[in-house]
């Protein structure tokens, strides 16, 4: 039973949770909003698994909400000054502000990290949900690229950017902006070994 | 007096208003609530908004089990809520 503001915590990816990950990804509220809207095969997932363990340039991290998988955010270019993130939330009975907390969590996670200039990422110009989020946290739109067909339709790639030297000034201004119970669920954030 | 499931309605029309949603046609109980319109802000921003208006807030108050998912989940807490009250 639970009252009150969730505890949230980043887990990396393990054996544990590969199968709940695959099932995230290939269900089709997830798979409508990734580059690739293919199923993805059981095999594919577990050779994709091995190569994320012995790839340094990335990690893949589940997100906890007490203590219950909900979600996950991932990071790539991890070896470069611009990582690039993303994030979904696999779960359908969260917390109302989960995707928020993935927001807060990528830019935290990257600004307490001195070798990252700007955090990048990327949505398709459908998902209007992610592309507002994005606005609401002072994302600098880039380029934006063509992306191919999605149900007949033609669809593009938004870039983003976000200087992280910025992040630790903008970060109060956007809490100010928020209901207060993000504010204190996002104060007690963690990301775990 | 509204009745509790059109104060959520009507507070979700002014929510994705202000935070420049789109609400879906049609909310019956099956919408699941991430899939209504609302962005994750817009969902925390109706929580609020509701505290603001009915005086509670049933992700605070009541213990539990699971969160909702659809809005006859949605509409039952906040009816457990009131009912306890």
């Not at chain 1, 994302?139 to 593009?156: C, E, H, I, M, V």
């Not at chain 2, 309605?9 to 909310?27: N, T």
């Not at chain 2, 019956?28 to 109706?46: F, I, K, R, V």
């Not at chain 2, 909702?68 to 906040?78: H, I, K, N, R």
């Amino acid at each position: 039973m639970k009252a009150g503001i969730p505890e949230h915590a980043f887990k990396p990816l393990q054996e544990e949770h590969l199968q709940l990950v695959w099932q995230w990804r290939n269900s089709p509220r997830i798979m409508q909003n990734m580059h690739s809207s293919a199923l993805v095969k059981w095999l594919e997932h577990c050779a994709w698994f091995e190569k994320l363990k012995g790839d340094n340039s990335r990690q893949f991290y589940i997100f906890l909400q007490d203590q219950r998988p909900i979600g996950v955010l991932n990071f790539s270019d991890m070896n470069t000054a611009t990582p690039e993130w993303g994030c979904y939330l696999g779960e359908t009975n969260v917390w109302p502000g989960s995707g928020i907390m993935l927001e807060f969590a990528a830019l935290d996670f990257c600004a307490s990290h001195h070798q990252f200039s700007h955090l990048l990422a990327q949505v398709l110009s459908f998902n209007h949900a992610a592309n507002n989020m994005h606005k609401v946290f002072e994302y600098k739109p880039l380029s934006l690229k063509k992306g191919g067909k999605r149900d007949g339709q033609n669809f593009d790639i938004q870039h983003y950017s976000y200087e992280l030297k910025q992040w630790a000034e903008n970060r109060g201004k956007i809490l100010k902006k928020l209901p207060k119970k993000i504010a204190l669920a996002a104060a007690h954030m963690q990301f775990l070994e | 007096m509204l009745n509790l499931e059109q104060q959520i309605k009507d507070a979700m029309q002014q929510v994705a208003e202000l935070s420049d949603c789109q609400l879906v046609e049609s909310i019956n109980p099956d919408t699941q609530l991430l899939e209504c319109g609302l962005d994750s802000l817009g969902y925390a921003m109706l929580v609020a908004q509701l505290e603001e208006d009915l005086g509670y807030d049933p992700f605070t108050e009541l213990a539990l089990d699971t969160y909702p998912s659809t809005f006859a989940e949605f509409l039952a807490m906040y009816q457990q809520c009131a009912n306890n009250r």
